[in-house]
């Protein structure tokens, strides 16, 4: 949760898809910073290099930055539990990974014909995979669900054939345990 609201207060997004809008650093910024003597990313709006991973060195200096912030607001705000600075950066890392993903895949693709999307087609593939990631997550959720009511029936009739001593109880058991090693 503090994680999330460090990147909104610094980024000023709340959710991953907020990501999409995201300018990147300007590339002439980032070559100063990495082979000559630039300044480094703006501590006042962090823009981050999207077309390099999280170990690059402009992204490392703002992971690092964001990472000092947390550390900052720990002591501060007197957090019962504190963490290192390595397990900060890995969700950092991970966080960052997941902005850059959402990032590029809003980023036009090339068509069939072998030119750019425009920002209409772009926005149509955007919308057809949150539908289709939607489904998706309903079928498993259902699938889930179902799975969870059997062992619940299960379990009942276990319990209640052996209260009751009945001749079928072992192959009820029989039953839960192929259920349960099938799992989900």
Not at 37 to 51: A, C, I, V, Y
Not at 127 to 134: A, L, S, T, Y
Not at 137 to 164: I, T
């Amino acid at each position: 949760a503090e994680v999330r609201r460090l990147f909104k207060e610094k980024l000023g997004i709340t959710q991953d898809l907020d990501f999409i809008t995201h300018h990147p650093a300007a590339a002439e910024d980032i070559h100063a910073y990495e082979y000559e003597d630039g300044f480094g990313p703006d501590r006042n709006n962090l823009s981050f290099d999207l077309t390099q991973n999280y170990s690059s060195p402009w992204n490392t200096y703002i992971l690092k930055l964001l990472c000092q912030e947390l550390q900052a607001r720990c002591k501060e705000e007197n957090w019962p539990i504190k963490r290192g600075d390595n397990y900060i950066m890995e969700i950092l890392w991970e966080r960052y990974k997941r902005l850059r993903t959402v990032w590029r895949n809003a980023q036009p693709k090339l068509t069939s014909k072998g030119v750019l999307e425009t920002p209409t087609e772009t926005e149509a593939r955007l919308v057809e995979g949150r539908i289709q990631m939607g489904k998706d997550s309903r079928q498993a959720n259902r699938r889930r669900n179902k799975y969870h009511r059997r062992v619940m029936v299960l379990d009942e009739m276990v319990k209640s054939k052996s209260e009751a001593q009945d001749d079928d109880l072992q192959s009820w058991k029989w039953l839960r345990s192929l259920i349960k090693t099938l799992g989900e």
